[in-house]
């Protein structure tokens, strides 16, 4: 987990780097995403497709991005990935939604809600 927190947390660095700065879509935030993760040692490779989902797109139940839905992700709205990396020691499986900025209040309090139920969940 820590390696793989490690590729996690860099990919997030770049993310909120190059937003707006280079076009970003879901598969090329996946593929980024996939080069921090191999770069870490043990790494042998996705333990499942990358759910990388943008706006309506993270509503889909097990979305899969593909060259005709691509979206490009922008410096706005929410930003969902769901991803695992497979190890020699281990299997990860993360899921984050990322507000990517400019927020609605609609979006503002369903993250809140979720969060503050995760939180009372553990």
């Known amino acids: 987990m820590v390696k793989d927190g490690v590729a996690v947390s860099r990919f997030m660095k770049w993310l909120s780097e190059n937003i707006g700065k280079t076009v970003i879509t879901e598969l090329s935030a996946a593929a980024e995403l996939l080069k921090f993760r191999a770069a870490q040692e043990g790494f042998v490779g996705d333990s499942f ?56 209040e609609e979006e503002k309090t369903d993250y809140t809600l979720v969060l503050k139920g995760m939180i009372e969940g553990m």
């Open 49 to 104: 497709n990358t759910i990388s989902a943008y706006k309506a797109h993270g509503a889909l139940p097990h979305y899969g991005a593909s060259e005709e839905s691509n979206s490009e992700v922008k410096a706005e709205g929410l930003f969902l990935v769901d991803s695992g990396g497979q190890y020699f020691y281990g299997t990860t499986d993360i899921t984050r939604t990322i507000p990517m900025g400019n927020n609605t």
